[in-house]
């Protein structure tokens, strides 16, 4: 074909066709944004395929529902973060160094939660709490944490002489948990200043005092 000009122009490329197992990777990209910037409720696949660059049929066919999708979502990102903590956490604890490991494992934790805020966000929001099958897979998540310092946490009971340290294991397992969890939602609140580095070593001294308070 050829233009006013006379010059022959070149017949338009067709974009190239993405299929559903190379598209999910960036309809989850762009579902984390709406869903950190959003929630769950305020989030709709229309948005999300506005946000991806596609067309609601397109989300559609890589996601039959936005349960679906967000699920996805939260395993992605669950298995993301429990590989941050496992770098954060050290391979074996002693007494005579738990504390200098606690600096080091909560300031590690720290930073990679700075480093992936969004991930945090999304999943440990209390936005989509209210749905119940989303809930529990968080719940999941969050114990496969708290599992991991556990295996932690009992060598060190042991190495104590504590009679009940299988019992004990648990308990303070969740409370490092629940400190680490607290640390990071002040690290990510809004207008907050401050620094992994400096949070780290002040969540170590808590922990340490309220161990051996223990």
Not at 28 to 40: I, K, S
Not at 75 to 83: D, I, K, M, V, Y
Not at 89 to 116: K, Q, W
Not at 168 to 181: C, H, I
Request: hydrophobic share 45%.
């Amino acid at each position: 074909m050829t233009g006013a000009s006379g010059t022959a122009k070149a017949p338009r490329q067709r974009a190239e066709h993405l299929g559903p197992e190379r598209r999910r990777p960036l309809v989850l990209d762009a579902a984390l944004r709406m869903f950190v910037e959003h929630g769950y409720g305020g989030t709709s696949m229309d948005a999300i395929a506005g946000a991806a660059g596609v067309t609601k049929p397109v989300v559609y066919e890589c996601y039959p529902s936005k349960e679906e999708l967000f699920a996805a979502l939260l395993e992605r990102e669950e298995e993301r973060l429990l590989g941050e903590v496992r770098s954060a956490l050290p391979e074996s604890v002693r007494v005579d160094g738990i504390h200098e490991l606690l600096e080091s494992a909560f300031t590690a934790l720290f930073a990679a939660a700075a480093s992936t805020p969004d991930s945090w966000r999304v999943v440990f929001g209390s936005d989509h709490g209210a749905e119940p099958a989303l809930a529990r897979r968080i719940r999941r998540g969050r114990a496969a944490a708290v599992g991991q310092v556990q295996v932690l946490v009992k060598p060190v009971l042991d190495q104590t002489g504590i009679e009940d340290a299988a019992r004990r294991a648990p308990l303070y397992a969740e409370l490092l948990a629940s400190m680490g969890e607290a640390g990071v939602r002040m690290l990510l609140a809004p207008g907050s200043d401050w620094k992994p580095e400096e949070l780290g070593p002040l969540m170590a001294n808590l922990a340490s005092r309220a161990l051996e308070a223990a």
